[in-house]
């Protein structure tokens, strides 16, 4: 069964750093997400994205975020510089169309020390 | 904010019957999912209701009134394996950003 992939699992990186986590979303899939999940605490919506551009965003995906498809299988998220409040499990998902169920990977569990 | 509010906590007994409910402003979704979610894991999807009435998968089934901002997840002969987190999800009525509830824990007993 085709399935979203999140490398690496955990990742945990110093704060101030640059981090980069990669997902390969379902190859037949057109939309593209990046949730997060503090621990203990809701999913939160961070962005999506369409067409090779993003399509909507939260409030906490400020410009330290960023989101980039740098070729036909890779979708990435880009945290300029990391702060200890964006230690979270970091969720990517995908869906074949809008306004359809989303696949979620396994998640990059980031720790900012 | 537009709120997702579903109960933190639920126990039940091997093979018996759980409903979860979830409420919502019914002004700010257009389309109800659950998901399922182990400790540590992803959310794994189990159902999306867009209109009024009772969707039913095999030993789940979630039902949606649009009007009362309601729906709820019905897990039928609960097995030791079910004991997970069942998270509510609102779909925006423009866009397709998925805002989740807080999730209930189930606990299954033998």
């Known amino acids: 069964e085709p399935e979203v992939t999140q490398t690496p699992s955990h990742q945990v990186t110093q704060m101030g750093q640059e981090v980069i986590l990669r997902c390969v979303p379902i190859s037949n899939h057109l939309y593209f997400y990046w949730y997060r999940q503090i621990l203990g605490q809701k999913v939160e919506f961070l962005v999506s994205f369409y067409n090779n551009e993003i399509s909507e965003k939260s409030e906490i995906f400020d410009d330290q975020f960023s989101v980039e498809r740098p070729d036909g299988s890779n979708f990435t998220l880009k945290i300029r510089s990391t702060k200890l409040e964006d230690s979270a499990m970091y969720f990517c998902?995908?869906?074949?169309?809008?306004?359809?169920?989303?696949?979620f990977g396994q998640g990059t569990r980031l720790t900012v020390v | 904010g537009q709120n997702i509010d579903q109960p933190t906590e639920m126990t039940a007994t091997e093979g018996a019957i759980v409903q979860i409910n979830c409420t919502y402003q019914?002004?700010?979704?257009?389309?109800l999912f659950w998901y399922q979610q182990h400790a540590g894991e992803a959310p794994t999807f189990l159902s999306y209701n867009v209109l009024d009435g009772l969707e039913e998968k095999g030993r789940f089934s979630s039902f949606l009134s649009r009007s009362k901002g309601y729906s709820y997840l019905l897990l039928k002969e609960l097995q030791m394996k079910d004991s997970a987190s069942y998270l509510c999800?609102?779909?925006?009525?423009?866009?397709?950003?998925?805002?989740f509830g807080g999730g209930t824990r189930v606990l299954v007993k033998p």
């Open positions: 998902a995908s869906s074949e169309a809008g306004r359809r169920e989303a696949f």
């Open positions: 019914t002004s700010g979704f257009n389309g």
């Open positions: 999800a609102g779909l925006a009525a423009a866009g397709n950003k998925l805002t």
